[in-house]
């Protein structure tokens, strides 16, 4: 032919859904063009003369539009900083800037074709056979392969734009809103339901937008009576995926403010009616641009009045593939001829020594000049969303295509899926099925309720499950279709062609699973949902099976890919701060991340807060501490098994430490509790834990002894903890403390108080330990924490208060040889190894890590133990602080004996100072270790007796 | 032992003829000749006995049917798989592998199978796609960062490259992530581990197949193992300890064998259960995704213990993640919406620029889970009953030195000293393995 085809814009269509008077400007490849409000990319593209967008992935083939929407394979385009957008279906904007992908250097003149002939060596799986020797050539081989990475290109510097979410909890959704989803949704509605209809294409209507005027009247019809049923319309939404109990996501792309929501719906019933997807037809260029399929030419001809060709050939099976015959003659298209798949006539080729079609080979020989080949030759059953429901599609011969395994009592389906008919017997099935589904909701509801043990009474007996007495859909014969006698493209968008697959089957990869994994087909973005059944029919073919023999894949969700920003949502993540933090932060605090909180690591000098604290009194905000209300008779009882210590006789107005072990014995936790009253106390966790074992405090008490009365409230945030510290903390608290009789007989260490605090009521102080000088812990409602705070603050104004935050605490408990869980224990410290044996007490009834622990106290005891010790450990030379993680290894080897797990400058003691972990032959006081630097240099270090470098015998704190 | 001195002496003639190999010099015979390549596995008939039988056809089984064939000389083997090869954990796993564990042992058993990775593709004369890309676990917490700092300390000792880098390191390495302060979680720098990567699991499995093929093995597609034969046990129907297995039932009849290995995973408990021998696991899911693709941007793998995440880049331009397993137990193999929330959120943290990349397919894999996440392998209290399961969430990694010492284990009668640690027998004498601070850390 003379002079390529270029396609263009019609006069005026009836069914037009393009506004004509609103002009839109955008540029494609860097030329600038001009569609028209309503206009897809596609259909602008197409009507601006475009014919090919993109270039294929291994062989870098043109390709032009074949569906010409959502799921076309060779439609993806990149739209400024979004890749892979789908150019079928994305309407198109004012000044949108839209570039081809998939092409180097350009669109037009691709080196990378060259591979097309070299094809044949680069059969399916070629890179699995070859780049094997010499091996050290592969990482090379593998750089230039994954050049080849089809698909756009990720602009890092994407702002995660305004995405959100939204639950909701209708009776019914409807996925899918052709005439038999319209049908469903308004009957559902009208029986009471409460209904969403979500479509994923722009407009309801499915297939009427592109038939006749009576078709569009129709559509419109049922969409003004789903509004007044008040049926909540979803358009440009897609069903993504159906998970246990209908847990059904929607994501919801035309959203006035959002880029995109992700609606989650609870749908009591869901209905499934996405109608059915064009399958492409396998034969020798079935990939060159200008062969589309019936229903791509339908919907440009009639929705966005562009003219797909000149000169047609078209391959019909099917009704659809004659009303293309009829439309593209009502617009001037010449068709040259049409080829009756039900006479059996085919089409053997698509011939053209340039990119597009020239001409069509037919299967007896004849060859006719066109520029476009339409092929209708049948469907796709996207049955995706009932596969999530456990339904298996089962293969009809007689009608060519796979359908519903069988019902499932509240996922049902309708429309093309289920059948074929009429309009008006898809919308009567489809009315049919939106009783059922209201039906079954409303019962469904009914057996809910009824069950939930918190739920109002429901009066009346269970109504009787509804029976599904719909009639079915009739099966029109449709010949079988799937590939012509030669072998063309199966899956466009892996560019795997049918002779891959058969030469793939004769390697021994004759499954469907195994040919998936090794040929990729069907593993590209379009899902399968093109290529799963002709993938399937080769398989078959080149197996002498039928198609039911070989089977299908499983589809998994999502039923369309979703993108990660509306996955996420605003991204949830906050971080916790106490009430006390505003002052914090007008104090010169340098902040640290610690878990879920934020919280002062310092506030400029913290030796000097240590020293202040040993010597006069210092302050610091321990709020981040974990904090369990725990009320009940059987308090003792759960006390017991979580720690390993005893509990049953703890009286009131005392506080005992203890340490928590998993079922392995490791060390889980640590903290006091205090019993407040008979049958209140008060348990505190390490800041990290506070999560961790309220979850397995509750884990306990719900799986393992329902029957003890514990109720267990986390507190943490409900209670602001301020430690008081330092020698004359007794003094300052007894300035506010009007009720709480401070004397050290009257209010002893390791004993608890409540009262008034700076006028505050229902404070809890208790008298405990960490920092190694006389302290009280204090914890108020959090409202009150900054006054508090700050009448801290003004009474010890004479006595030397100052604050001191995290690192200084982390000094002081360090010089006292307090361990902390989850630093110097780790995943595989057990409790004897933390040097507190004494607190594990065999002799109770049951509690987590018994069994292990009675192992791992003998263990502990042998002299080949392989258990670590935890010691604390001065270095010879006082200057050097071993980094925290310092290996010790034996002398002039590389053998580990431990680490260093805390290290620190002692402001008290002026000289370096450590805890670690070590082995049972280098863990006897006086042992001198050798300790690995971080330059890897080697330094020496003594073995202490005591765990505490200062004040071992603890005078100061129960002073 | 004496039956395997005789096996070796009768069994050298079951290997097959030699197949033409694999090289960029066939493809172009092929394509020039336009002929296609002979079977990866040949298809044959279950014959009615044989020395050993390998109950599941994934990396552990195949590798393990390999080594016995190549390092043993007993070639008389058949795997059985109720699917079709590599169908469970082997072809839904993330395909990462590396060797910067904590303890001594872990360290040593990983780097052996690292080792059998990087010379697979010339060993079984298949790429395997070994992709030495390097692989990065970040700390986002002061925590985090000591532990990076202690892996890298014991690593450095045992010569394994793995070093603490910053976060501007990080950003050359990664530029796609956030290192600025602004994020959730800012990262604070990261453990960096070089050797570690990842490889094309199918090929893996593949691979393992077609050389045991060679060998002479049989593998059997869509054979279903409904009992273990025991007779002499002291449980019910003669099962259980001091019984002695005698074959296996399967949808397609009886095998009988002297020897039956267990090599499956997420059903090791039932299949075990069927010999009588009780196994301490517990299965559950663990979830992974893969996006569509797009260029490649993201050069090596980035995991984040905190965020639960883990995610590379394939060749073909898909980010896979995965996450840590799901807490509860179950069969089920189906992905939930909640987990690809809380993994679009967590990877938009540490990439924030991927917002419009899109998730193109979700599944689950079963993980087969031990109290202290170690595995259990070798002798059971049913002689010739053998298992080689409880892989957890790392089985992948572990299975070619798996196989290698599977097949020791088998044809010495003796347990190998590299997976003595993972003897069944330790839940009861409390010599618990301690790989779980290491295991846990993620992938």
Redesign the interface.
Known sequence: MSGEFKPSRLGPQSGEVIDRSATIRFTWDSKVMTGFAGDTIASALMANGVRIVSRSMKYHRPRGYMTADYWDPNGFVQVGDDPNVRSGHRLLEPGMTIDPQNVWPSLDHDVKAANGFVGRFLTAGFYYKTFIRPQRLWPAFEKVLSTFAPGGTVDLDTPHRLHDKRYAHPDVVVAGGGPAGMAAAIAAAEAGARVMLVEHEHHLGGHLLWGSDEDRALAAKMRDAADVAGVEILTDSTVTGRYEDNWVSIVQRNHPLAVERLIKARATSLVVAPGLIERPYVFAGNDKPGVMLSGAVRRMINMYAVKPGSRAVVLTANADGDAAVADLRDVGVEVARVVDARAGENVASANGPGRTVESVTLGDGTSIDCDLLVTAVGWTAPTSLLNMAADRPVYDATAARFFPGGPIDTVLSTGGLTGDGTVEQLVEHGRATGRLAAERSAVAKHRIQAHTARAAPVSGDEPAWPHDLRAALGRDPHPELFRSTTHGIVDFSEDVSSKDLVGAAAEGFDSVELLKRFTTATMGPSQGKLETVNTVAVLAEARGETIEEVGTTVWRPPYAPITLGALAGRIFEPVRVSSIQPWHEANGAVDILAGAWKRPEHYGDPAAEVMNTRTNVGIIDVTPLGKLDLQGPDVPKLLSQLYTNKWMQLPVGSVRYGIMCAEDGVVLDDGVTARLGDEHYLMTTTSSGAATIWEWAENWLQTEHPEWQVHVTPVTTGLCSINIAGPNSRTLLGRLCPDIDLDPDAFPYMHVRTGTVAGVDDCIAWRIGFTGELSYEIHVPSGYGLHVWNALLDAGADLGIKPFGLEAQRIMRLEKGHFIVGQDTDGLTKAPSTGLAPLIKLDKDDFAGKAELGWALDEFASAESKAPRLVAIQPTDPTVVPHEASQIVRAGTNEILGRITSSRMSPTLGRSICLGQVAIDAAAPGTMLTIVLADGTRTTAEVMARHAHFDPEGERLRG | MTLFQSLRGSMKSNAVSRPPR???A???V???K?E??????R?VPLKKSYDVVIVGGGVHGLATAYYLAANHGITNVAIVDK?????GGS?RNTAIVRSNYLT?EGVAFYDRSLELYN?M??DL????????RGHMTLAH???AL??M??R???NK??NIDSSVIDPAEVKKLA??LDTSSDP???ILGALYHPPGGTI?H??VV?GYARAADHLGVEMH?KAEVLDILVEGGDGPDGKGSGGRVTGVRTNRGDISAPIVVNCTAGWATLISDMAGVKLPISTRPLQAAV???????LPTVVVSGSLHVYVSQ????ELVFGASVDPFNTYSV????EF??E???H???L?????????????AGLCDMT??YSPVMGFTPVEGFFCDVGWGTYGFKAGPVSGEQMAECIATQQTPKLIEPFKLSRFS??E?V?E???A?VGH
């Open positions: 694999y090289s960029a066939g493809l172009l092929k394509g020039v336009q296609s390549w002979p079977r990866v596995w298809d699917s079709y090869l590599g169908s072809g001594p010379s593709a010339v004369n298949i790429n395997v796609m070994f992709s030495e917490t002061d925590s000591r532990t700092h202690w890298a300390e014991v000792l045992q530029p796609s959730r979680y800012p094309r199918d090929a593949w597609q996006t569509e693709p797009v260029k490649v941007f394939t060749d073909r331009g189906r992905g939930s919406l690809t929330e993994l679009a959120g990877v938009l943290e990439m924030p620029g991927i917002s419009r990349m899109r998730l193109l397919r979700q599944w109290p202290d004498t409390g618990l301690g779980k601070g290491a846990a």
